[in-house]
């Protein structure tokens, strides 16, 4: 299959026509006046604290890249679960880490047309118009390596996180689950306990995140064989739990960005919240 064309952030500033936001700016900064709650970085994001040495020092063809547009889908089922994939061991940038389904939107295409289709290309779960509601959720400012400590910038990305409401149950959609396995490698299904736990496991330090004693040391996860198959499998709840490494190489963890936007998740369901399964 070709690959499809980039689409590229662009911004304007007062009456100036739109232009290409360079690699090295920060989207966040420029945005910070728009619903400052709902458009983020990390902390310890590159674009923070790199000097004008470093970012001279970034190869031409990363400087030329500009920022890419991604979207990924919170997945909210009928029983008020949500959907993470773990990203295969092979892939370049972020691999064996937990997020939503997502990726690149492709020229022409809408976010929601390419959040359904990423579901879709990943997950195997293809939802008609009939299956779900969407609102947006909020904006992330993705970088990697994700810190400085590990390496110069690479790639930079502004991810729209979009949440779809579906009407079917967890079961339900895992009936339908076919994972691509050169992008999925495990499934889980979590509840708002859990994602609760995995959000205030704050990025930024060295270690697993303390398991709180109200949740189970493992969780029920799906692991997705290099033929595409899925069979149930447990993982150490303590590893959703991870943070990330300051130095080093990474570990499996959920996301920095994937805890922003179950945090966002967890605030559209208010305080009335189903007990731990």
Excluded at 55 to 82: I, N
Excluded at 192 to 206: E, F, T
Excluded at 214 to 221: N, S, W
Aim: charged share 20%; proline share 7%.
């Amino acid at each position: 299959m070709a690959s499809a064309k980039r689409v590229l952030v662009y911004l304007a500033e007062g009456n100036r026509l739109p232009q290409c936001a360079r690699f090295v700016q920060s989207i966040t900064g420029a945005l910070s006046g728009c619903h400052a709650d709902q458009v983020e970085r990390a902390p310890f994001c590159p674009f923070k604290c790199l000097s004008a040495t470093e970012a001279a020092s970034l190869p031409s063809d990363v400087q030329a890249r500009g920022v890419d547009v991604g979207v990924a889908v919170l997945l909210q089922t009928a029983d008020r679960k949500t959907l993470l994939t773990r990203r295969a061991a092979p892939l370049t940038i972020f691999p064996n880490i937990w997020v939503p389904p997502g990726g690149h939107v492709e020229l022409g295409e809408k976010l929601l047309d390419a959040g359904l289709r990423e579901l879709g290309e990943e997950t195997g779960l293809w939802l008609g118009p009939d299956e779900f509601s969407c609102r947006l959720l909020g904006l992330w400012e993705s970088v990697y390596p994700p810190m400085l400590t590990r390496g110069l910038p690479q790639r930079h990305h502004i991810v729209t996180y979009l949440l779809l409401r579906s009407c079917r149950t967890h079961l339900q959609l895992q009936a339908r689950l076919r994972p691509e396995p050169q992008e999925v490698s495990g499934c889980v299904w979590l509840d708002a306990v859990l994602a609760r736990a995995i959000v205030a496991s704050v990025d930024g330090a060295d270690g697993l995140g303390q398991l709180p004693a109200h949740l189970p040391p493992t969780v029920g996860v799906w692991e997705v064989s290099s033929a595409g198959e899925l069979f149930r499998s447990t993982l150490s709840t303590a590893v959703l739990l991870s943070r990330a490494p300051a130095q080093g190489g990474d570990l499996e963890r959920v996301s920095t960005g994937t805890k922003f936007a179950l945090e966002l998740w967890l605030d559209t369901l208010g305080g009335d919240e189903p007990p731990a399964s």
